[in-house]
T-cell receptor
Framework: AAGVIQSPRHLIKEKRETATLKCYPI?????VYWYQQGPGQDPQFLIS???????DKGSIPDRFSAQQFSDYHSELNMSSLELGDSALYFC??????????????FGEGSWLTVV | QKEVEQDPGPLSVPEGAIVSLNCTYS??????FMWYRQYSRKGPELLMY????GNKEDGRFTAQVDKSSKYISLFIRDSQPSDSATYLC???????????FGAGTRLAVHP
């Protein structure tokens, strides 16, 4: 079965640079979530989209922005990168109409290292 | 105080043991309860999903939800070394609400 696809899998950027992460949800899933997981930490919710509209916002820095496009893929844009932004960024998707209701599936993550 | 509390462990058990993992929560609006397994530097993998209170069994895994006590559990029978991972509980109020995770419990099953 198709899963959540994230790219790139690994990314190295310098401080103050910009990075863009992409997420392709499971087909027919209408909701996308972004999470940030620091080393040894649990995933922290950043932002979510339903039907291309922002549905919820968590601890996302003002330097970050995200959107969901007409094909339901989503991009997380991170500017003025700081060392503390180094983390594993997960995208997840779900569908209200899918079996299991609100079951949320995660991608493999994008590992961002800021040097 | 975090909305979801989970003992981070580590928990070390011998192969074949029954493992019990637990989480408590404070938000009575949570209705959907999940357990994820995460290997190092990998995405969380959905193991069990439960709606509201009750038990659910899938192979060697059993999930229990007690909403009256705001307490959920995951039991792993006949644990295997391949079960060694971090287990994250997660819950949501439903709809398009975000998942709130526990801290994750690191489990090591030794032969």
């Amino acid at each position: 079965a198709a899963g959540v696809i994230q790219s790139p899998r690994h990314l190295i950027k310098e401080k103050r640079e910009t990075a863009t992460l992409k997420c392709y949800p499971i087909p027919r899933h209408d909701t996308v979530y972004w999470y940030q997981q620091g080393p040894g930490q649990d995933p922290q919710f950043l932002i979510s989209f339903y039907e291309k509209m922002q549905s919820d916002k968590g601890s996302i820095p003002d330097r970050f922005s995200a959107q969901q496009f007409s094909d339901y893929h989503s991009e997380l844009n991170m500017s003025s990168l700081e060392l503390g932004d180094s983390a594993l960024y997960f995208c997840a998707s779900s569908s209200e109409k899918g079996q299991g209701g609100n079951t949320i599936y995660f991608g493999e993550g994008s590992w961002l290292t800021v040097v | 105080q975090k909305e979801v509390e989970q003992d981070p462990g580590p928990l070390s058990v011998p192969e074949g043991a029954i493992v019990s993992l637990n989480c408590t929560y404070s938000n009575s609006a949570f209705q959907y309860f999940m357990w994820y397994r995460q290997y190092s530097r990998k995405g969380p993998e959905l193991l069990m999903y439960t709606y509201s209170s009750g038990n659910k069994e899938d192979g060697r895994f059993t999930a229990q939800v007690d909403k009256s006590s705001k307490y959920i559990s995951l039991f792993i029978r006949d644990s295997q070394p391949s079960d060694s991972a971090t287990y994250l509980c997660a819950m949501s109020a439903g709809g398009y609400n975000k998942l709130i995770f526990g801290a994750g419990t690191r489990l090591a099953v030794h032969p």
